[in-house]
């Protein structure tokens, strides 16, 4: 069986470069559609690959909603976009912007004396994940809101910018203002 994603580009010479997330972005699955089946399990979700959950985080808004074959044709236009625009590995890209706007720090309330602090946390590998993705997804969809470009081409504009450390990249913003926010709790 051969390890194409859409029958196009190949999984195995992807690599996470961040050791933390190693775990928590799977790149094992070539059909990105799982039915739902690690959802039972506790911490299964690490285990559904990356464009996948990408896929997910797509459907999750009220447009969306439940459409897994318009999500999966967004995120297939994107992919091919940025192996159009870069010609390198569009999978690669998506690994690089995930581990790029993956905060490392946020912060808890707590009440101590009938006062409620601000606390700084580490987060939690799978938590950056999903808060990376949502980030992502979030900055696409204002991006494409009431513009000519398709959430394809718009997915793949914030993809881009965001493996590319670009300050214009919504999601990484949003990471940056959570990791100051934890900072001045200190």
Known sequence: MSNLLFDKWDLSEVEVSDL???????????????SGRHVKRQFAKSKVSIVERLMNKIMKTSINSGKKNK???????????????????????????????APREETTRIKYGGVGYQVPVDISPQRRVDLSLGF??????????????????????????????DSRSFALQKKEEKERVAKAAH
């Open 20 to 34: 933390g997330l190693v775990r928590y972005i799977c790149l094992d699955e070539t059909i990105p559609h799982t």
């Open 71 to 101: 999500a999966y044709s967004i995120v297939d236009e994107a992919l091919d976009i940025i192996h159009d625009k870069t010609k390198k590995n569009p999978v690669q890209i998506l690994v690089t912007a995930v581990e790029n706007t």
């Open 136 to 165: 992502i997804t979030r900055g696409t969809y204002q991006s494409a809101f009431k513009n000519r470009k398709s959430a394809g081409q718009c997915l793949a504009d914030e993809l881009l910018l965001a493996s590319n450390e």
